[in-house]
């Protein structure tokens, strides 16, 4: 049983930074394709980073210069620094996990990351980041 955890969410005002983990428990595989989506009430889920097994990552282009997605080498623990936020960055942030073909997706569709498909295998309760002006 696969179990994700984030945190690390909150309130902060424009332009300030948090950084969000999210604590990984049970067997993944390890080749899976991790990262982390956010949703705003009353709109779709879009993805905002994703980290393969190698490290690789792809940030969807409102993220940017400012979020860096990253793990740590057991891939237990996965993270994402928010920099430069803005009021438009507040909403509950996920982290999922899925199989490899989520990742290679992005590198091969010429899609944007925030459009990766959302049906990853196991996903965390999510964590609330609110940016105020």
């Known amino acids: 049983q696969v179990q994700l955890v984030e945190s690390g969410g909150g309130a902060v005002q424009t332009r300030g930074s948090l950084k969000l983990s999210c604590a990984v428990s049970?067997?993944?595989?390890?080749?899976?394709?991790m990262g982390w989506f956010r949703q705003v009430p009353g709109k779709e889920r879009e993805g905002v980073a994703l980290?393969?097994?190698?490290?690789?990552?792809m940030v969807a282009d409102f993220a940017k210069g400012r979020f860096t997605i990253s793990k740590e080498n057991a891939g237990n623990t996965l993270y994402l620094q928010m920099n430069t936020l803005t009021p438009e960055d507040t909403a509950m942030y996920y982290c999922?996990?899925?199989?490899?073909?989520?990742?290679?997706?992005?590198?091969?569709?010429?899609?944007?990351?925030?459009?990766?498909?959302?049906?990853?295998?196991?996903w965390g309760q999510g964590t609330q980041v609110t940016v105020s002006s």
């Open positions: 980290i393969d097994k190698d490290g690789d990552i």
């Open positions: 999922a996990v899925g199989g490899k073909e989520k990742c290679l997706w992005a590198y091969y569709s010429g899609k944007d990351v925030s459009q990766v498909p959302g049906d990853f295998t196991y």
């Open positions: 049970g067997n993944v595989a390890r080749d899976a394709c």
